[in-house]
């Protein structure tokens, strides 16, 4: 269906005359935003990179901590245990830049690494794209923000472009969310900029509208920071979080998704002869990937399954469950009074070591029964105390060895808590409509295409990780990363296939 009402030029051309991984997954099993961002430039999995979720507490540390969260410049890569392809470049390099844009504050830090310049993000409430104090803010980002505003799509109307006959999604499903003015069915006007500014600020970042602002904006880092236009390699890192925000609203089946994705692809087109101009087809690589892909809206499914016939099982876990079982459990061997959980962070578990102190109860055994009961909760598949991962202990009876290798490469011993928890297939964590965060395969399968200069044109069936991406990066500029769980993609980019520029 997408081929035929994409363009030639955007997702389409790149399937045509680039490499396209058709079988790319993670091989961890916290699949979010964070993590997911940490390896894609790292080629390392949170075991390693130490970003095990969005937020996590630290034991050493003693606090809970924000994945891209710096206690003095307020935001940063401190957090990150291992360099990027970009710190590995800059290293070898001095003259090589490294930059990065994006929607989410973490998916721009969480690429780039330690020295890049210049990281960008997007923040409304200080009107445009920002960086932290952590980096030098570049002199030209208040002419940037003042020239091209983000409420300049103020009162637009986002409208349905692929014909009813094409396209197989219900625009209204029961389980769906739905943008600020309620709707849940297109067109979709975006609310007063002046008026509403929360709720233009919250639809717009759903809305293509952000997708086309965010690649006006990286083509004026290009110009402004002159990236690719001398004989030393640059690298541009960029977050389109839009889809992401999109879809946990409407969910990955809905026709908000097909229709964002459609613009996505224009704007892909467009960028591509950008670069095609402005770099030269033989002088690029675009690689696309993406951070975690997503399970259906569990209510939605379950629906649609019962119209066929047949039942799945799909539902949503609760954090008051999970507290409320682990309480019980807890309650009921040692004694009551005060909640023996600290923290939840899916999918970790923090209990509270200081009630665990005061009744002379050691935090393991404690952890071994709370996860024992966590376990007969329905919803629940995997409960591991996190001990077990650390010293290599059996996971957990009748879990495949393949599931417990990727909770292993998604613990940090430090960040993850005393128990690591996970829902079983098709159902998720919380009450947003759609989501993700799982081990199972629609969370961890991805797209992976890689385009320009000497990538031969091709289907690849083999099976790769966005963990193989850094060590591919690496091989071909001639770089050292230290230890990964990547390896370079099954992918021979010879100067021969290169295209001369358009
Ligand atoms: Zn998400």
């Known amino acids: 269906m997408f081929a035929r009402v994409a363009t030639p030029r955007g997702f389409n051309r790149v399937i ?44 050493s540390a003693n606090r809970c901590l924000y994945c891209a969260e710096d206690t003095v410049h307020g935001r940063s890569p401190a957090l990150l245990r291992v360099p990027t392809i970009g710190d590995a470049l800059r290293a070898a390099s001095p003259l090589s830049k490294v930059a990065a844009i994006a929607i989410k504050d973490r998916a721009a830090i969480l690429m780039s690494g330690t020295s890049a310049y210049p990281v960008l993000w997007f923040d409304a409430q200080a009107g445009g794209f920002v960086t932290s104090t952590y980096y030098r803010t570049p002199p030209w980002l208040g002419l940037l923000n003042s020239s ?3 409420t300049r799509w103020t009162n637009h109307t986002w409208r349905a472009g692929i014909p009813d006959s094409l396209s197989p999604a219900i625009d209204n499903v029961e389980g769906e969310g739905a943008l600020t003015s309620g709707r849940r069915t297109f067109p979709h006007r975006m609310p007063d900029a002046a008026t509403a500014a929360d709720d233009y600020a919250a639809d717009f970042v759903r809305s293509p509208f952000s997708v086309t602002y965010l690649f006006d904006a990286a083509r004026e880092v290009m110009r402004r920071e002159k990236l690719g236009q001398d004989s030393a390699t640059d690298i541009l890192c960029i977050g389109v979080s839009t889809t992401d925000m999109l879809g946990h609203t409407f969910g990955p089946d809905s026709r908000e998704v097909q229709e964002l994705y459609r613009a996505c692809d224009s704007t892909l087109a467009n960028y591509i002869d950008y670069l095609d101009d402005v770099v030269g087809r033989q002088h690029y690589v675009l690689v696309i990937t993406s951070d975690h892909g997503v399970a259906p809206i569990p209510e939605v499914i379950r629906r649609a399954s019962e119209a066929q016939g047949v039942e799945i099982d799909a539902g949503r876990l609760r954090r008051a469950e999970l507290i409320r079982v682990i309480d019980s459990a807890l309650n009921g061997r040692y004694g009551g009074g005060a909640s023996w959980v600290r923290e939840v962070h899916e999918p970790a578990i923090y209990l509270n070591h200081a009630l665990c102190e005061e009744r002379s109860v050691d935090p393991g055994q404690a952890a071994e029964t709370a996860a024992q009961a966590l376990r007969n909760i329905h919803g629940v598949q995997i409960a591991i105390p996190t001990a077990h991962i650390a010293t290599g202990m059996p996971c957990q009876d009748s879990i495949p060895a393949e599931l417990c290798a990727f909770v292993r490469a998604a613990v940090d011993a430090d960040r993850s808590g005393d128990i690591v928890v996970f829902p079983r297939r098709y159902w998720i964590f919380g009450s ?71």
């Open 148 to 150: 091209m505003p983000f």
């Open 16 to 59: 045509r005359e680039g490499a396209w991984f058709s079988n790319c997954s993670f091989r961890y099993a916290s699949m979010m935003t964070g993590p997911g961002h940490a390896t894609l430039l790292t080629g390392c999995y949170p075991h390693r990179h130490g970003i095990p979720a969005n937020d996590f507490c630290d034991a």
């Open 432 to 502: 947003t409509p759609a989501t993700h965060g799982t081990p199972h395969d629609y969370d961890r399968h991805v797209p992976l295409m890689l385009f320009g200069g000497g990538i031969p044109a091709g289907t690849i069936a083999a099976d790769v990780s966005p963990a193989d991406i850094a060590p591919t990066l690496a091989q071909w500029l001639g770089l050292r990363l230290g230890d990964v769980d990547g390896v370079p993609l099954p992918l021979t980019r010879t100067e021969e296939t290169a295209p001369e520029g358009r």
